[in-house]
């Protein structure tokens, strides 16, 4: 049996997102190419954002590949956010220096059907800001490329996964697929 562990790590506006991946197996081939055809995949779905043509998503492996093949130990990567530039200051890891007062501003409103008022109060924070970034839709990014990374251990085990619109309305797809 394979059980994957996977953590997740960035915010939206930061500079990257990160994944770690731990026990995949050792030997396995990896498809770079692959990965970055799953990221497209996700951008291009229906109802995106300006943030979507922004972004280009590419895995960057830092660790636990070598040669193309798994290592057996934990696997890390990050995808950067080229949106990155436009929040640098925003989004710093230190305090704003001088007295800005846009860079001082919280947000303190909680958006309705967002993961806001939950993670502000779970984690005591004095900036929504703080849950935003990590409940936003481009935390999805990090978990296609772990997902990426599944499939390609499901493919050697013989298991596709795929996906397919069976009816809209009362347009039934009838031909068997599976």
């Not at 994957?4 to 995949?24: M, N, V």
């Not at 200051?89 to 501003?105: F, Q």
């Not at 990090?142 to 599944?150: K, N, T």
Request: glycine share 10%; charged share 30%.
């Amino acid at each position: 049996a394979i059980f994957l562990r996977f953590l997740t790590a960035g915010e939206s506006h930061g500079k990257g997102l990160a994944g770690i991946i731990d026990e995949y197996p050792s030997g396995v081939l990896i498809d770079i190419d692959f990965l970055n055809h799953e990221l497209s995949r996700r951008q291009k779905g229906f109802g995106r954002g300006r943030r979507m043509s922004i972004e280009t998503d590419e895995v960057e492996i830092i660790s636990g590949i070598r040669k193309g093949k798994s290592t057996g130990s934990p696997i890390s990567f990050i995808i950067k956010n080229k949106d990155w530039n436009n929040w640098k200051e925003v989004m710093n890891i230190t305090s704003p220096r001088g007295k800005d007062i846009e860079l001082e501003k919280k947000l303190l409103n909680p958006r309705p059907g967002h993961a806001d008022l939950s993670g502000f109060l779970k984690y005591r924070l004095d900036d929504i800001r703080d849950v935003i970034e990590r409940s936003s839709a481009r935390e999805t990014a990090v978990r296609v490329g772990i997902g990426g990374f599944a499939k390609i251990v499901l493919k050697l085990l013989g298991i596709n996964v795929f996906s397919y619109v069976s009816q809209i309305g009362k347009a039934v797809f009838s031909k068997d697929i599976r």
